[in-house]
């Protein structure tokens, strides 16, 4: 009779080819996954002709023919690339918005957020559970019914179509304070103590000793905030009505219903130029992205 | 009680509250300009009518009784609850579990499941829209001519698209809520499964006495949060038909209608009522799934 270690053990042994099987549903999905970001990019080299052939192509020929022959330039290769870029002549204006409504609100979250889930975890004060209730309401709260009035008072104070109006709405994060609070309480209140003892006000105490420690949620917070940001496309829409102030989002939604300009190829040129800088962040910083993620869902 | 000896009228116990306001000020300013007084005006615009100004149920009742529109943007929404929430959330938890073996190259399938998360949501209904799902030139329907089957109108076809749409949905949401999945997988102690083998219990008899449980608090939360997602959907909608085309009253959601009927017919005070409707719809939602929390979500202490 082996014991339990080694039936466990020879158990785990057994599995091996199992995780065979494993791996091919995983390849298989990862197929699945990938498939149309590879479809995307071969359709943004193909030529109009091919684009809409029946059966279709796989592999762009025309463009990528004339180049290999010598009759046109490498940088023929980009030309529906090339044909967005000058259409959509303020495309990099797009990068600018969509990267500054992504730092705004980044900033604004973790500032306020930081001050008020310090209170909340440590500080004693009146109404303190209402308070904090009224945000547990917001944060349950679909953002989408202030919309209207939102985007009255931004335009009566005159940001629409400014970056600003962009970020309007993400200027307080409750979900920043009810995430950052968690981790605030779970710092010692001994170190607050001891810090007050020394003569250190609040403001010291935050920003000397608690918000180097929190380092880790605030980069959470950040990618949350972010992925939020990047995927909301209504507000950008309605708040930033002249194209060339939009995101790269609500600004594709504006592409594709010029179809007698753009034909299938350049949407899809014009998709991969939108999809790559925040891909190439992901790409850079998986690690955070992922773990923020998760740790976003652990904490909540 | 007072865990740091500040005792109420005290010197230090002003201070520290003058602190704590200091400290809140913002959010809470913040809260009542963007968050409080806008909920208020939603529903005060959406108890006057648009052109007398009457205060009165006008837009209500226009929306309950004369716009059919709206009752079935209704039943789109729920539709396509009903097909992305449990389809999606069986897959991102087939995938958690999977990749929850020690395998290797975790990260890469974890970092491939998420990509689409970090792709603009217009783009990526733009790929399926024009690529994938186009009947005659689309890859999908393509490869479903590869092993004999004739594909489906994914796009112009009424019945079809909102599954359509839904497979999208799922293909761009799988990822994240994989990830929530695993990491709550992560957090179940290795020694209950070692105890369940040396019992002798069958993968199924595991995942179904020790995986559903302990993962319940998780898969709750995971729920409710794709639960509240789909009832807002409004993008892909808004990406696959605009109004002039066949297939658009199949495709409009609730908050699609909301939008047109604000920013298209420019009519805010219609639109309000819709998505006060919305709001309570998904609230009510909400709050069923927290009744009915208690009979399988085990929190373990």
Known sequence: ?300 | MNRNKSLPGSKRFRSEWMWAYAFIAPTILGLIILNIIPFLQSVALSLHDKHSGALGLDNYIKMFTGDTYFWRSNLNTLLFTVITVPFGIFLSLLLAVLLNHNIKGRNIYRGIFFMPLVCAPAAIAMVWRWVVFNSQTGFLNYMLSLVGITGPNWISDPGMVMISISIVAIWGSVGYDMILLLAGLQGISRTYYEAALIDGAGSLQRFRFITVPLLSPTLFFVIIMRTMNALRQFDLSFMFAKDTDPAFPSVQTLLYLFYRETYIKLNSNYGSAIVLWAVILILLLTALQFWGEKKWVHYDN
């Open chain 1, 1 to 300: 009779m082996p014991n339990n270690k080694e039936k466990v053990a020879f158990i785990y042994r057994n599995n091996r080819f199992k995780n065979l099987s494993v791996h091919c549903v995983l390849i298989l999905a990862s197929i699945t996954m990938l498939l149309p970001f590879v479809w995307m990019i071969l359709t943004s080299f193909k030529s109009f002709g091919e684009s809409v052939q029946v059966p279709p192509v796989f592999f762009p020929k025309t463009i990528p023919g004339k180049v290999f022959s010598g009759q046109e330039s490498f940088a023929y290769l980009f030309s529906n690339y090339r044909f967005v870029l000058k259409k959509v002549d303020y495309f990099e204006q797009l990068y600018i918005n969509t990267f500054a409504l992504i730092a705004g609100r980044i900033i604004f979250a973790i500032v306020t957020s930081s001050l008020a889930a310090y209170a909340f975890a440590k500080l004693h004060f009146p109404f303190k559970k209402f308070l904090f209730s009224v945000i547990l309401v917001q944060l349950m709260m679909p953002s989408q019914i202030y919309i209207v009035p939102q985007f009255k008072m931004a335009v009566a104070i005159g940001i629409n179509n400014t970056i600003m109006g962009l970020i309007f709405p993400g200027l307080i994060s409750a979900f920043g304070v009810f995430f950052l609070r968690q981790f605030y309480m779970s710092l010692p209140d001994e170190m607050s103590e001891a810090a007050i003892i020394d003569g250190c006000n609040h403001w010291k105490i935050l920003t000397k000793i608690m918000l180097p420690l929190t380092k880790t949620p605030m980069m959470a917070l950040s990618i949350f905030t972010a992925i939020f940001a990047w995927t909301d496309l209504m507000w950008p829409l309605i708040v930033n009505s002249d194209s060339q102030n939009g995101t790269l989002s609500s600004a594709l939604s504006k592409i594709q219903l010029m179809s007698q300009v753009f034909k299938t190829p350049h949407l899809m040129a014009a998709s991969f130029l939108a999809m790559i800088p925040m891909v190439l962040l992901y790409f850079a910083f998986q690690k955070q992205f992922v773990e923020g993620i998760a740790m976003t869902g652990i904490k909540s």
